[in-house]
């Protein structure tokens, strides 16, 4: 496929349920970001991964937040004990290059997620 | 936290016309981009403008930057329905930080 995908496209959980988000971002891309956007509001940060190091996860809200991209190309975003706040379209983006200076980032069309 | 903040929240016009978008931020920042998203295709990248340079063109696109003042605007000539979406500012001082958007509806 030409560009980033995401599945599942929807996912409804039920609170307190574990849910895990998938990535594939565009081959050969060296960059990854995941972004948790609420209804009517810009994407927010979540964590970077250059290949398969994640060089930046400060904006990760919880530790029941975790991601990982073992072999630098999928990667998944989990969250444990899904809360209802956790509510939101959590979209991935990849880029061609190392780090984000200067670079074009391609986004998947996301994940909404709906905790119950 | 958001750092951008676009002006207007909405804007509404006809077909053929101008639409002017405008963002703030508030730190330093390496460059500055400008997203489109919609239902259809998600969030696309328009164009990036880095921190020396004040304008960019792209099509029917034209991006100024002023860190002077911290603002940038998106002035999208000859409107077609198809451009309703919402736009987004995106500041890059290590990592992208995007704003809470405009909503432009081009009516036809």
């Known amino acids: 496929g030409a560009g980033v995908s995401q599945s599942p496209r929807y996912k409804v959980a039920k609170r307190g349920q574990d849910v895990a988000l998938r990535c594939d971002p565009i081959?050969?891309?060296?960059?990854l970001f995941w972004y948790q956007q609420a209804l009517g509001q810009g994407p927010e940060f979540l964590t970077y991964?250059?290949?398969?190091?994640?060089?930046?996860k400060s904006g990760l809200p919880s530790d029941r937040f975790f991601a990982e991209r073992p072999e630098g190309s999928v990667s998944t975003l989990k969250i444990q004990r899904t809360q209802q706040e956790d509510s939101a379209v959590y979209l991935c983006?990849?880029?061609?290059?190392?780090?984000?200076?200067?670079?074009?980032?391609?986004f998947g069309p996301g994940t909404r997620l709906t905790v119950l | 936290s958001q750092q951008g903040e676009e002006d207007p929240q909405a804007l509404s016009i006809q077909e053929g016309e101008n639409a002017t978008m405008n963002c703030s931020y508030k730190?330093?920042?390496?460059?500055l981009q400008w997203y489109r998203q919609n239902s259809g295709r998600g969030l696309v990248h328009l164009i990036l403008?880095?921190?020396?340079?004040r304008e960019k063109h792209s099509g029917r696109l034209r991006v100024t930057l002023d860190t002077s003042k911290k603002s940038s605007s998106l002035l999208i000539t000859a409107s077609r329905a198809a451009d309703t979406a919402s736009y987004f500012c995106?500041?890059?001082?290590?990592?992208?930080?995007f704003g809470k958007g405009t909503k432009l509806t081009v009516n036809p």
């Open positions: 983006a990849s880029s061609f290059l190392a780090g984000i200076f200067y670079n074009e980032q391609f």
């Open positions: 081959s050969g891309h060296v960059s």
């Open positions: 991964f250059q290949n398969e190091a994640q060089l930046d």
């Open positions: 730190t330093s920042i390496n460059n």
């Open positions: 403008i880095r921190s020396n340079e």
């Open positions: 995106a500041t890059d001082a290590g990592k992208l930080v």
